[in-house]
């Protein structure tokens, strides 16, 4: 059956001590061997040995006549599963596991179905008188029940050969009695090999009594016997154990199970990690989020401009100049762009309207609104009390969205009976967001300020009369002069002036406030009115004039150039063509929109037929990219902060756990288990407890951020409705993925490192 030969083992420990010194014995099939001798003889050792549980130094073991000096670790486990059962002085029992759960771990690795198991691991208990305590831990059992227990689990496999180190050590003499008698019973089909200090146990049970000294054998009983197991000869390979990935899933979870507490515990320190970074995730998406939402109001509020002096902006800055010379070199720029060779002139011309109006049709979703600003200087009266006042220039024709939902979008109606203006002769008054109204814009409409209390005393009124220019300047020698008081009430009178009236009273909405150079006019018309006083003032006599004199014809002063004549015209309103325009885009999306759209006007131009705009959101925008990337990476650093702190974390939490559990390891290894069902079995286990961290992390991220929203948004001035937490569920998912990877790896190392040590050394870990 088993054979020794002449086999050595040292340990080298500082110094090399000799456990066994050139053993050489035999064994037969069955029958119950004692090993005697003083402590420190080499007994354990040579158990150990002949179980596979610690190597050999030289000579050999011939196991079935098969040489075990070619075993590799996965034919020591496989033997250790198949041929040999353990039993020890201290029982090396899980204690976590119910006693059943022990006892049927052994055959786990044999590949047997669950049912088999359990029904084999009940039969081997009942076996040794335990039947009734199949449900308790180990620590519920007496010594002796435990010693039993020991033996069930040993015998479950069937092996041939029971190992017992001083079986009955730790046990009182009755109780070794009953283990004497079990181990006696089961000597008789089996080989029981056990040490032992007890001599009269040993004479009284034993077949054959070897006693040892100094790691040699001194005496044995039946010498002969070690002739009986060559003559065997069966060269048989043993049955290789193996545990399948779902066996050790289940076993993993009902180990974890029987220990939900501490499961737990580690659960939620990991956890905890992953609620770290899923917090600071879902502040940056809310980051994020919000940035893009802020960039649509504010590219919403800043318009795209285009006027006919080019961009001033641009010719301030577009320059080949050297930035902080070191040169003592210097020149000089006019900011308003005249003279400047970088300046632009836009010629905008009746196609580039006309361009600009086929925008509307082509991407109107992009667009807010457009204004054209044609710089005319209104003539209108107001009556003061008795007196007919001029207001003549204190009036911009600053125009309205004509469509009413462009409108809609920008403005707020305030009061039930304001409306949006759709003639010519109506106007509106606009007040801030705070719904003031400056009090210079009710002086120039003549109102007593003590006269407006709400939106409603404003509308219907009638409060304006607008002029023509024939009806307004008198040509005298060379210049023109408008007309004086008394002619001023006649015509105030005559009704051939257009009546204003006011329609409603408009705010600019949110994101709009600082936009519309309508709001901040205080007086507001519609496109209507625009068209229909430059219509009359085109072939005005004044006008005429004016085209034709370099000299200013109301101060009869010299244009110092062409730009002068040009805004003198336009004030008289000579000019059709607005000069100026200003493009409020829908989003920030539609701003890139409406810019490509421009840009297209360009392609394949001239220079000079260029016409070049300002995007003022855009430029704004930049600024606010730069200070978002900014506080994204601090939050990104953040969360890889975190990702660190909690790996590490996590990692000493399993590694602990796992490192706790070299004992249990040992034991596992010391019946059969492989190294690999023991990194298995334990990353099944890590792998599940990283499932249940991220759970749990994400769980209470999201409980977090419902309780956390709120105070953010209302720590950032945010609207109710506004989300400033978000986890995104990718971001979830990833975060689960993440912390199983994380748990196993760390898990994954000292699993490695456990499994790799000598079974007899994880079974002598505490
Ligand atoms: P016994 O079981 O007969 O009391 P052991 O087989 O345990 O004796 O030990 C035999 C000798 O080997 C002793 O001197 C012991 O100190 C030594 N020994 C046993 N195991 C180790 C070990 N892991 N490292 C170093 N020395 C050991
Ligand atoms: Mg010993």
Redesign the pocket.
Known sequence: MLELKNVK?V???GED????NGVSIGFGQSGLVSIL????????????VIGGL?EYDSGDVIVKGKSTKAFKSADWDAYRNNCIGFVFQGYNLISHQTVLKNVEVALTLSGISKSQRTSRAKKALEDVGLGAHLNKKPSQLSGGQMQRVAIARALVNNPEIILA??PTGALDSKTSVQIMDILKEISKEKLVIM?THNKDLAQQYSSRIIN?LD?EIHSDSEPDSSQSSSSEGIISGFKKTSMSIITAIGLSFSNLMTKKGRTFLTSLAGGIGIIGIALVLALSNAVTLNVKKREDAMVAGSSISISETGTSYNAFNNTALEKYPTTDAISVYDPTGAGNENAHFNNITAEYIAYIEKMKSEIGDSINSIEYDRKVKTIAFIKHGDSVVDITGKLRDYNLPSDPDKFSKMYSLIGQNSKIPTAKNEIVISVDKYNRIDKSVLDILGINKDDVKSANDLIGKTIMKVANNDDYYVKKDDIFEPIDGQQRQKLYNSGKMLELKVVGVVRAKKDFENAGNVVRSGIAHTDQLSDYLIENSLKSKIVLAQKSSDFNVLTNVKFKNEAEKEQAIRELGGRELPSEMSIYPASAKGSKEIVSYLNAYNEGKNEKDKIIFEDFGSQRMAVIQQTTSMVTGVLISFSAISLIVSSIMIAILTYVSVMERTKEIGILRSIGARKRDVSRLFNAETSIIGFISGVIGIVSTLLLTVVLNPVMVSMMSGESGDSYMVLDPVHAVLLIILSVVITVIAGFIPAKMASRKKP??AL?TE
């Open positions: 083992k340990y080298h420990v001590i000799t456990a066994l001798g003083p402590s420190g003889c080499g007994k354990t050792t040579l158990l150990n610690d180190d001083e040490v040892m790691g007899v050394e002598r």
